[in-house]
Structures are given as structure tokens and as C-alpha cells.
């Protein structure tokens, strides 16, 4: 039997490691690709991170015509869209901002969106996977009657990265409590899932990718988004145009 020296097995073995993925490694490239993809929520309600806010293409593949920013600074949407209504919540993604004093304003926005049958609403933050997806949550609560709970469960089964932070989560259920009371919220019928959204798109480097959360360079990709199986203070916001 032929055997090597105990260095020689060490260095093939961090070889192996490095050409070897991690579970880790995998798991974070699985997310950075969901971070770039718009989830349909509900019919005409999608959440996604910077990346989809930013970018022309999916905007108009989806139809968006408002979009709820939470993120420290206002984005800069493609200046060819010049009908899109948007309200910006500049806070930032640590269990000590405060959120809450947002959500009412969030929840009335895109619930008068929703109304109207011709609009889509687009809700981001960074990633989609705390601050804004605590701002869905916070409308289907005061909307849609869920409770927290509910709301959340709902989420995540249409966007399987939704984490918001342990603050976030205290604060939507202070908000449910204001909005209803004690009142015993009943589990409504929830929607189907919506179906899948094919967004096909080339680009260049937007800002989103600055942030590292994809490849710069030009590149394009075509998929199917598909919802899973289920299952500090800040100033006040500022309304677009």
C-alpha cells in the first residue's frame, strides 16, 4: 500500500477543500441569487431586494408602478420611469431602528395602490429578507387581517429568505396590537399562490452590484420566479412623485 508523507495528505486535503463549496459558501450563493429575484406576494404585490428596484427591465417586466423603498438612501430608479409613485423609509437594518413608526404610512400606501387593478407595487430594502418584508407583513396585518404570525408565515412561503431581525418582529406585533386590539384575529382565506413571473433581462453593473450582491460586468439571465412551498430612530419617510 502506497502512503505519503503526513504533509503531503495535508496539502491535498485543503486542495480538496478549495475546490469544494462549502455548505456555507453554497447556502450564501443561494441567497444572494434570491436577494435578485422579485417574489409575488400577493397578486400585484411583489418584494425584492435593491437589485429589482433598480433595474429598468425587471421594473417594466413586472409592471411596477410604485415602489415602497426601506433603505438608508433613496435609490436611484431608472430615470425613464417617469410615472412611478414611491414613498422612501430611510431606516436601516438593525433590531434597534425604529420601524414602527413607519408602518401605518407603508400599509395605507400600498393598500391605496393595490386598489386600483391596474397597479403593481414593489416593496424593497437591500436583500428582501428583513426590513421591507416586516413592511408587507405590517400591511397584511392592518389589511388584510393576519396576525403577525400569520403574516410572516404567509411571507416566507412566497420568499423562502425572509428573516426579519428579532426588532422588526417586536414592532409588528406592537402594530398589530394598535391596529386591532385585543380583538381575536381569524386565519382568513389565503390567496392561491400567484403564478410564475418570467423576467428576462440583460444588463450591465447597477448599483445593486456595486454592493458586491452579484458579478459586475455584462451578463443576463432568464428564470422563473416561482413562490416556494409553504412551509435608532429615523426620520419620517419621503413620498416620490
Request: glycine share 4%; aromatic share 6%; with cysteine.
Amino acid at each position: 500500500m502506497l502512503s505519503f508523507a503526513p504533509s503531503v495528505n495535508n496539502a491535498a486535503r485543503h486542495m480538496v477543500a478549495q475546490a469544494r463549496p462549502s455548505h456555507q459558501s453554497r447556502r450564501e450563493a443561494m441567497i444572494r441569487e434570491a436577494a435578485q429575484t422579485p417574489s409575488e406576494i400577493t397578486s400585484r404585490l411583489f418584494l425584492s431586494g435593491l437589485y429589482t428596484a433598480v433595474d429598468e427591465e425587471q421594473l417594466i417586466a413586472i409592471g411596477v408602478t410604485h415602489i415602497v423603498s426601506v433603505i438608508e438612501h433613496r435609490p436611484k430608479y431608472p430615470k425613464t420611469l417617469t410615472k412611478l409613485k414611491t414613498l422612501h423609509i430611510p431606516v436601516e437594518d438593525s433590531e434597534y431602528a425604529d420601524l414602527l413608526q413607519h408602518l401605518e404610512v407603508t400599509s395605507a400606501f400600498i393598500n391605496s395602490a393595490l386598489e386600483d387593478r391596474r397597479n403593481v407595487v414593489l416593496v424593497h430594502c437591500a436583500m428582501g429578507i428583513s426590513r421591507s418584508p416586516t413592511v408587507v407583513c405590517a400591511y397584511l396585518v392592518a389589511h388584510r387581517g393576519m396576525s403577525p404570525h400569520q403574516a410572516l408565515e404567509y411571507v416566507v412561503s412566497r420568499r423562502a429568505i425572509v428573516r426579519p431581525n428579532s426588532g422588526f418582529l417586536r414592532q409588528l406585533n406592537i402594530f398589530a396590537n394598535r391596529m386591532h386590539g385585543s380583538k381575536k384575529l381569524r386565519r382568513p382565506g389565503l390567496p392561491p399562490p400567484p403564478p410564475p413571473v418570467r423576467v428576462t433581462v440583460t444588463r450591465s453593473m447597477t448599483e445593486a452590484e456595486r454592493y458586491g450582491w452579484s458579478r459586475p460586468g455584462p451578463h443576463s439571465y432568464s428564470r422563473d420566479v416561482r413562490p416556494p412551498p409553504p412551509g435608532q430612530m429615523t426620520r419620517r419617510g419621503s413620498m416620490g412623485p
